[in-house]
């Protein structure tokens, strides 16, 4: 057993993970959060209330005794919470880190994720001249739920708009659809986070790891089957991506709680999609199985026995 503390870990990817590792029962279990979560304290969770990140005196008197952080932060300009909580980890002893990552690939080219590309930087500098913080980057691809979006499948895990939608049959595809995505639910990425918390061996530095693998156009194949009915596809162009232009007549609609209203609705998705799209493209959303290696017996669901379930 270790005692083990989630930061964000009441938000919208942290929480489901929180709640697996509670109900496994075999760490100890503390949450940081901005908030009261009345829900988790009186199922006898230990929530710290934490007024400001950037605070590390705060944050390592808080981390005294804890083995492993794992972090959820979803809002961080400048990455200043980030920073101040590895700096606390590094002065409270912690042993672990994960910083927030819970996504596709390092340097993958999507401007989205360049703060978690600086961490990563920023991570490696600190351990340059020998071992500082052992941590790992979490990485299951995209979470398999969107696939399912909007259909709800998961009690925590809020899927917005995405590039598939299984309800209105409406899909956008890159040229041909040869792109490879890494998925894996979140109930599957929580049962991969409660192995690793009791690993024995050293942490590997970028922990990939998925339950499905497949490329854009056999997925798109596949829900048509499913459903019995034709998507119409809304073909991109690559040239196009590279300019930033969005040539689509249908696009998603971004309304992810989380998220500051600058970054909700359709405009914006006009910018964050070609991006994103473009990076999975080049192999952003194809991520190494690294855990699946390390931890053989692993059972995750894939994409055929993920969709024929929440789709039927």
């Given amino acids: ?76 300009p400048g990455n200043v919470a980030q920073k101040s909580l590895i700096g ?19 340097k993958s080219g999507f401007p989205g994720y360049a703060p978690k590309d600086e961490v990563h930087e920023y991570l490696q500098q600190l351990n340059a001249d020998g071992p500082v913080l052992e941590y790992c980057l979490f990485q299951p691809g995209v979470f398999m739920n969107y696939l399912a979006h909007p259909l709800q499948t998961a009690k ?11 309800v209105k049959k409406h899909v956008l595809i890159v040229e041909d659809g040869e792109a490879w995505y890494t998925y894996t639910t979140i109930q599957d990425t929580a ?25 854009e156009k056999d997925v798109v194949k ?47 998705m006009r910018q964050i999609l070609p991006a ?5 493209h080049r192999g952003a959303a194809d991520v190494d199985p690294v855990w699946n290696s390390l931890l053989p017996d692993l059972q995750l669901e894939d994409v055929e026995t993920f969709l024929r379930r929440v789709l039927k």
Wanted: charged share 20%; net charge negative.
């Fill in 276 to 280: 994103f799209l473009l990076a999975a």
């Fill in 88 to 106: 606390a980890c590094i002065a409270a002893g912690v042993k672990r880190f994960a910083p927030t990552q819970w996504g596709i690939r390092s």
């Fill in 1 to 76: 057993m270790v005692h083990v503390v989630f930061v964000g870990g009441g938000g919208n990817v942290g929480r489901d993970i929180v709640d697996e590792i509670v109900k496994q029962g075999e760490h100890q279990v503390t949450v940081f959060s901005r908030k009261t979560i009345p829900d988790l304290t009186e199922s006898g969770v230990n929530v710290v209330t934490i007024k400001n990140y950037s605070d590390q005196d705060e944050l390592t008197s808080a981390l005294r005794g804890v083995h492993t952080v794992l972090s959820f932060i979803s809002w961080d």
């Fill in 191 to 215: 049962k991969v986070v409660a192995r690793a918390l009791s690993y024995p061996g050293k942490w590997p530095e970028t922990g990939g790891f998925y339950g499905g693998r497949a490329r």
């Fill in 156 to 166: 925590h895990l809020y899927i917005s708009g995405t590039h598939i939608d299984v």
């Fill in 222 to 268: 596949l829900v048509e089957e499913i459903k019995g009915e034709p998507f119409e596809r809304h073909v991109l162009r690559i040239a196009d991506l590279e300019k930033g232009e969005f040539n689509s007549s249908w696009i998603p609609v971004n309304d992810h709680p989380n998220m500051p209203p600058e970054f909700k609705g359709e405009g914006i």
